[in-house]
């Protein structure tokens, strides 16, 4: 159990092992976030650490997701390491949108349209550093020798995957 304030989050233990292939082959890494908030397991074990209402907890939560990236490298498994990459880009965005935008609201509700940026709300500022701090561990992620090494590995595995999956239909 790990407690955030008064929330009290159960946290998965380390995961030594990976969710099924056919799980994990059946990931696409996407533009920007897509996927962050719907691909089990990991979004279970990622979402609780992912928090940006103030920059010392942007700090400690993009540090949290950091740790997580690295242990999923060491453990070889590169959807991890992309969920966690999602979850510090998607804590840059969302900081970035309560600094742009009063409440976080970017379209007006009734007519949809967007509205107004402004920088001079309360907490703006605030906000705009949570957004720098979890962009820059983004960023160390998205260039990371080891999830790139993942990345181009768990491509190549997945055209093959596809392939044989494509037989298989075939023949049956």
């Given at each position: 159990m790990r407690f955030r304030g008064q929330l009290r989050v159960n946290m998965p233990k380390k995961s030594n092992e990976m969710p099924s292939k056919a799980l994990r082959m059946s990931y696409r890494i996407g533009r920007g976030e897509q996927g962050v908030l719907t691909f089990e397991p990991y979004k279970s074990a990622i979402l609780p650490?992912?928090?940006?209402?103030?920059?010392?907890?942007?700090?400690?939560?993009?540090?949290?997701?950091?740790e997580k990236f690295e242990e999923y490298g060491k453990e070889?498994?590169?959807?991890?390491?992309?969920?966690?990459?999602?979850?510090?880009?998607?804590?840059?965005?969302?900081?970035?949108?309560y600094a742009n935008h009063a409440g976080g609201r970017k379209y007006n509700k009734a007519t949809g349209e967007e509205m107004e940026k402004s920088s001079d709300h309360k907490d703006a500022k605030e906000k705009l550093e949570s957004?720098?701090?979890?962009?820059?561990?983004?960023?160390?992620?998205?260039?990371?020798?080891?999830?790139?090494?993942?990345?181009?590995?768990?491509?190549?595995?997945?055209?093959?995957?596809?392939?044989?999956?494509?037989?298989?239909?075939e023949t049956s």
């Amino acid at each position: 159990m790990r407690f955030r304030g008064q929330l009290r989050v159960n946290m998965p233990k380390k995961s030594n092992e990976m969710p099924s292939k056919a799980l994990r082959m059946s990931y696409r890494i996407g533009r920007g976030e897509q996927g962050v908030l719907t691909f089990e397991p990991y979004k279970s074990a990622i979402l609780p650490l992912w928090r940006f209402k103030t920059p010392p907890i942007a700090k400690q939560s993009s540090q949290e997701i950091y740790e997580k990236f690295e242990e999923y490298g060491k453990e070889e498994d590169f959807v991890g390491m992309d969920m966690c990459r999602k979850f510090l880009q998607m804590g840059m965005t969302r900081a970035k949108r309560y600094a742009n935008h009063a409440g976080g609201r970017k379209y007006n509700k009734a007519t949809g349209e967007e509205m107004e940026k402004s920088s001079d709300h309360k907490d703006a500022k605030e906000k705009l550093e949570s957004s720098l701090i979890f962009r820059k561990l983004w960023e160390e992620a998205k260039t990371d020798e080891k999830y790139l090494d993942l990345k181009e590995r768990f491509l190549a595995e997945q055209k093959q995957w596809g392939k044989v999956k494509k037989k298989e239909e075939e023949t049956s």
